[in-house]
């Protein structure tokens, strides 16, 4: 079975732009959350998806926001880009919803604001 | 509020030695435990989780890790650390019954010297 994908695998952009990344889950999952890493703040979980709802949402300003399609594949957008959202996104699918799911990563999307 | 804390930053182990990382959690209830292992330019691999029973939980690639409720601790240990093993180990409590989003420690770096 393939793994989680994502793409692109590395962005830059600028200040002020937007930015989509794209999450491909495990075929038969149906569950897919997103989390952004960076040196500072470390793992941080941003949106869980399931059955194309957003069931969970973590600390983070609206400018950040996603979807879920009825194939479970999933989209984050940031909008108007700023120098503190460089990060690695990482988005994770399990099976079914909920903490004891095994949650699988994909190799993440690595986002370089200028 | 849950919170993960990994005291150790980076370690360093030669080749063949064993390997404790430390992981202590904060959480009113029974926690959900896993740890989580991130290669080089590498999404996150589970690497055990533990949920509820045996506290001796055994994972992937050698490794286990144990819970000890009176210390809030879910030390990660190996006995023989192969140079593969370097990479950052990543400790992160799940909510019971809440949604799939997991909250991180801030990670262990692991080197291995031959």
């Known amino acids: 079975k393939a793994g989680v994908t994502q793409t692109p695998r590395y962005l830059i952009k600028t200040r002020g732009q937007q930015v989509t990344l794209s999450c491909s889950p495990i075929s038969g999952h149906r569950s897919v959350s997103w989390y952004q890493q960076t040196p500072g703040q470390g793992l941080q979980f941003l949106f869980e998806?399931?059955?194309?709802?957003?069931?969970n949402k973590g600390n983070f300003p609206g400018r950040f926001s996603g979807r879920q399609f009825s194939n479970s594949r999933s989209e984050m957008n940031v909008s108007t880009l700023e120098l503190g959202d460089s990060a690695l996104y990482l988005c994770?699918?399990?099976?079914?919803?909920?903490?004891?799911?095994?949650?699988?990563f994909g190799p993440g999307t690595r986002l370089l604001v200028l | 509020a849950q919170s993960v804390t990994q005291p150790d930053i980076h370690i360093t182990v030669s080749e063949g030695a064993s390997l404790e990382l430390r992981c202590n959690y904060s959480y009113g209830a029974t926690p959900y435990l896993f740890w989580y292992v991130q290669s080089p330019g590498q999404g996150l691999q589970l690497l055990l989780k533990y949920f509820s029973g045996d506290t001796l939980v055994q994972g992937i690639k050698g490794f286990e890790a144990e819970f000890k409720r009176s210390q809030s601790s879910f030390n990660l240990r190996k006995p023989s650390v192969h140079w593969s093993d370097a990479a950052e180990y990543f400790c992160?409590?799940?909510?019971?019954?809440?949604?799939?989003?997991?909250?991180f420690g801030t990670g262990t770096r692991l080197t291995v010297i031959p």
């Open positions: 994770a699918s399990s099976q079914n919803a909920g903490v004891q799911e095994t949650q699988y």
């Open positions: 992160a409590v799940g909510v019971a019954g809440g949604a799939n989003n997991l909250f």
């Open positions: 998806y399931f059955s194309e709802t957003q069931r």
